[in-house]
T-cell receptor
Framework: KAGVTQTPRYLIKTRGQQVTLSCSPI?????VSWYQQTPGQGLQFLFE???????NKGNFPGRFSGRQFSNSRSEMNVSTLELGDSALYLC?????????????FGPGTRLLVL | QQPVQSPQAVILREGEDAVINCSSS?????VHWYRQKHGEAPIFLMI?????EQKGHDKISASFNEKKQQSSLYLTASQLSYSGTYFC???????????FGKGTRLSVIA
């Protein structure tokens, strides 16, 4: 099976712009989670989707939003970008039927905000 | 709440052992361990469910103490390939998200 894919891999934006990141889970996986990774804070949970519904949300401002489509692909959007949004954004997928399932991570999208 | 990991960083010589600890202020449902090498995605190592079990494969094992709300990862006879950042992830219940600690950077030198 193909792994989790994320596009684009790299992005450079300026403050105030918005950005959309995409994640395609492993075939058959219905749950997608998003994380922000920065050197000082490790992996910070953003949100989790299952069958097009947001199941959990982390402690991030409303500028961060996401959605999941019927084919389980997910997008996250960040509006009004700030310098502090520069980070590696990782998504992870799992089958979604049991809470103890393994999550498989994609390679991430590295966002640089200038 | 984010798990508390310790130590933040450790340097080992090949063949030495290391222990990475993770603790939570809340009751735990499951513990997940990952390793991430520089520039790569985190790779799953193992999952432990409440019940106080211990798991392992090869020379990497982990324990889960439900009463103390702690988990430890044990690396024995370390190899150069063990270098990377290790993350523990906790679920506090079956419906809560997987939340990760800040990571432990492990460097194995020859």
């Amino acid at each position: 099976k193909a792994g989790v894919t994320q596009t684009p891999r790299y992005l450079i934006k300026t403050r105030g712009q918005q950005v959309t990141l995409s994640c395609s889970p492993i075939s058959g996986h219905r749950s997608v989670s998003w994380y922000q990774q920065t050197p000082g804070q490790g992996l910070q949970f953003l949100f989790e989707y299952f069958s097009e519904t947001q199941r959990n949300k982390g402690n991030f401002p409303g500028r961060f939003s996401g959605r999941q489509f019927s084919n389980s692909r997910s997008e996250m959007n960040v509006s009004t970008l700030e310098l502090g949004d520069s980070a590696l954004y990782l998504c992870a997928s799992s089958p979604g039927r049991k809470s103890q399932e393994t999550q498989y991570f994609g390679p991430g999208t590295r966002l640089l905000v200038l | 709440q984010q798990p508390v990991q310790s130590p933040q960083a450790v340097i080992l010589r090949e063949g030495e052992d290391a222990v990475i600890n993770c603790s939570s202020s809340k009751a735990l449902y499951s513990v997940h361990w990952y390793r991430q090498k520089h520039g790569e995605a985190p790779i799953f190592l193992m999952i432990l469910l409440k019940g106080g079990e211990q798991k392992g494969h090869d020379k990497i094992s982990a324990s889960f103490n439900e009463k103390k709300q702690q988990s430890s990862l044990y690396l024995t006879a370390s190899q150069l390939s063990y270098s990377g950042t290790y993350f523990c992830g906790f679920r506090n219940s079956g419906n809560t998200p997987l939340v990760f600690g800040k990571g432990t950077r492990l460097s194995v030198i020859a």
